[in-house]
């Protein structure tokens, strides 16, 4: 059983960067899909970012695409990288990186297909 160790997340200014990191703690991602959640006070928990076990497939969310990347830091798999940039007021939320053994065609964007979760770490953006 994976475990997952979320670090990156702070104080950002409108237009700024933060990058955050997800860790497996005991194994290599791969044979894992991974992806990045967020939840923000009062909302529902949404899709930001995911990659396949491959680390061929990418997927975004809309309200992100064209400002966050999802990477990976090795061949290993064993850091999922999330870059955030042009930040905006509306990204401020927890973060959460999941990890599924499920494969499928396209990267899973829903939450129900994750069976593990990192403890979340706070990202927030201010005006």
């Known amino acids: 059983q994976v475990q997952l160790v979320e670090s990156g997340g702070g104080l950002a200014q409108t237009g700024g960067s933060l990058r955050l990191s997800c860790a497996a703690s005991?194994?290599?991602?791969?044979?894992?899909?991974v992806g990045w959640f967020r939840q923000a006070p009062g909302k529902a928990r949404e899709f930001v970012s995911g990659?396949?076990?491959?680390?061929?497939?990418?997927?975004y969310g809309d309200s992100v695409k064209g400002r966050f990347t999802i990477s990976s830091a090795n061949t290993k798999n064993t850091v999922i990288y999330l870059q955030m940039d042009n930040l905006k007021p509306e990204d401020t939320a927890v973060y959460y990186c999941?990890?599924?053994?499920?494969?499928?065609?396209?990267?899973?964007?829903?939450?129900?297909?994750?069976?593990?979760w990192g403890q979340g770490t706070q990202v927030t953006v201010s005006s």
């Open positions: 005991e194994h290599p991602f791969s044979p894992y899909a």
């Open positions: 999941a990890a599924t053994l499920t494969q499928s065609r396209a990267v899973a964007r829903s939450d129900l297909t994750y069976e593990f």
């Open positions: 990659i396949s076990s491959d680390a061929r497939r990418l997927a």
